[in-house]
Nanobody, 125 residues
């Protein structure tokens, strides 16, 4: 069964860190472009970061540049999102998604065709 499963969400204090993981079963993430997206209550889903399958290029939303890092662990078939210096604006449901196509807008949710269920990130002191 082809499946994406996110983990690592939870409650974090402002300024703290969290590491999210996107694990795949039934297929290999190493050949796919993988993106991380956030959806806050009442708001649209927005792109946070992505990592390309073709050249490994990492893309970040301006709001997370310098604070978040996306990485691959092909041996474990996982793509992680390290979140540092977290702020309340970072709260929401984080989902990972994949595409096998060479895409032009890596932070555009519409470019992706396979999604996980998401993991909740809450930021509060």
């Amino acid at each position: 069964q082809v499946q994406l499963v996110e983990s690592g969400g939870g409650l974090v204090q402002p300024g703290g860190s969290l590491r999210l993981s996107c694990a795949a079963s039934g297929f290999s993430l190493s050949t796919l472009t993988v993106g991380w997206f956030r959806q806050a209550p009442g708001k649209e889903r927005v792109g946070v970061s992505s990592i390309s399958s073709y050249d490994g290029i990492q893309t970040y939303a301006d709001s997370v540049k310098g604070r978040f890092t996306i990485s691959r662990n092909n041996g474990r078939n996982i793509v992680s999102l390290q979140m540092d210096r977290v702020t309340p604006v970072d709260a929401g449901i984080y989902s990972c998604a994949t595409t096998s196509w060479q895409i032009m807008e890596p932070l555009n949710p519409g470019e992706y065709d396979h999604w996980g269920q998401g993991t909740q990130v809450a930021v509060s002191s």
